[in-house]
């Protein structure tokens, strides 16, 4: 089973910017589905952007910040984050298919 490693995160003042990037340890298909969740403390795990042959859908709260890419030849699915705001502060999850990150940390201080 492709496995993932997430890497990226970290502590960034308001209106700063990351990439975290969620590596398969394997190929990955056009046709897998992916994306990116958050759980922030004390939250439920709750949906940033995914993708599947159905379209992207991204949450309203990230909508014009955030953008979701994949890099097939580097077997690699990235989260690009503007603007980053207190309430993003979570740890932020991919999955490629069946597969899941181990979660990075992302902390934007008051």
């Known amino acids: 089973q492709v496995q993932l490693v997430e890497s990226g995160g970290g502590l960034v003042q308001a209106g700063g910017a990351l990439r975290l990037s969620c590596a398969a340890s394997?190929?990955?298909?056009?046709?897998?589905?992916v994306g990116w969740l958050r759980q922030a403390p004390g939250k439920e795990r709750t949906l940033v952007v995914g993708w599947s042959r159905l379209g992207t859908i991204y949450a309203d709260s990230v909508k014009g910040r955030f953008t979701m890419s994949r890099d097939y030849a580097e077997n690699t699915v990235y989260l690009q984050m503007n603007d980053l705001q207190p309430e993003d502060t979570a740890v932020y999850y991919c999955?490629?298919?069946?597969?899941w990150g181990q979660g990075t940390q992302v902390t934007v201080p008051t």
């Open positions: 394997g190929p990955i298909s056009p046709a897998d589905s």
């Open positions: 999955h490629i298919g069946a597969a």
